[in-house]
T-cell receptor, first 108, second 116 residues
Framework: RKEVEQDPGPFNVPEGATVAFNCTYS??????FFWYRQDCRKEPKLLMS???SGNEDGRFTAQLNRASQYISLLIRDSKLSDSATYLC?????????FGAGTRLTVKP | GAVVSQHPSWVICKSGTSVKIECRSL??????MFWYRQFPKQSLMLMAT?????????EQGVEKDKFLINHASLTLSTLTVTSAHPEDSSFYIC????????????FGPGTRLTVL
């Protein structure tokens, strides 16, 4: 079983749609969780840290369920500029473990 | 967020040459930096953890004699791809983070290596 698994995607959605990405992780002792965004041929950029209580930043909402070892990212009112690959990242004792990424394309 | 730079941003070299990539934390000190490799349409794969003042820790399957890592200061780590071959062509990215309870990592802009 992979350490971090994400929805395979790709997701193709119209502008304004709401889209949700899911991610599961295998190590119950994992300490911190992140969503990164990676544009084509660029480095990943931190989108959000994911806290136990859930957190929201504008159109983006991240949730963590430690019991189910599950992380989610919800994007509301999607924009063309949201098109990118979204990486679920789990920190295991200072080792960052990446999901394979989910490709999102938002179309006009 | 914190700023991490990489140099060079891209390099083309002949097979058999060695290539050095630098990773710098510009506005913070990093006792630990990470090196990743990313092949087209794949996710980042951790190659090694670079520790300031000590030997790097390599992931399984990564040859330490092929990918030399030096972390001589709190703001600089270097990765040298020795005797590069076409199969080493990839996108190499480093990351570093300030020491914090949450350990966010910030990535350099990456180095695209093409070995002819």
């Amino acid at each position: 079983r992979k350490e971090v698994e994400q929805d395979p995607g790709p997701f193709n959605v119209p502008e304004g749609a709401t889209v949700a990405f899911n991610c599961t992780y295998s190590n119950s002792a994992s300490q911190s969780f992140f969503w990164y965004r990676q544009d084509c041929r660029k480095e990943p950029k931190l989108l959000m840290s994911v806290y136990s209580s859930g957190n929201e930043d504008g159109r983006f909402t991240a949730q963590l369920n430690r019991a189910s070892q599950y992380i989610s990212l919800l994007i509301r009112d999607s924009k063309l500029s949201d098109s990118a690959t979204y990486l679920c990242v789990v920190n295991d004792n200072n080792d960052m473990r990446f999901g394979a990424g989910t490709r999102l394309t938002v179309k006009p | 967020g914190a700023v991490v730079s990489q140099h060079p941003s891209w390099v083309i070299c002949k097979s058999g040459t060695s290539v050095k990539i630098e990773c710098r934390s510009l506005d913070f000190q990093a006792t630990t930096m990470f090196w990743y490799r990313q092949f087209p349409k794949q996710s980042l794969m951790l190659m090694a953890t670079s520790n300031e003042g000590s030997k790097a820790t390599y992931e399984q399957g990564v040859e330490k004699d092929k990918f030399l890592i030096n972390h001589a200061s709190l703001t600089l780590s270097t990765l040298t791809v020795t005797s590069a071959h076409p199969e080493d062509s990839s996108f190499y990215i480093c990351s570093a983070g300030e020491t914090s309870a949450y350990n966010e990592q910030f990535f350099g802009p990456g180095t695209r290596l093409t070995v002819l």
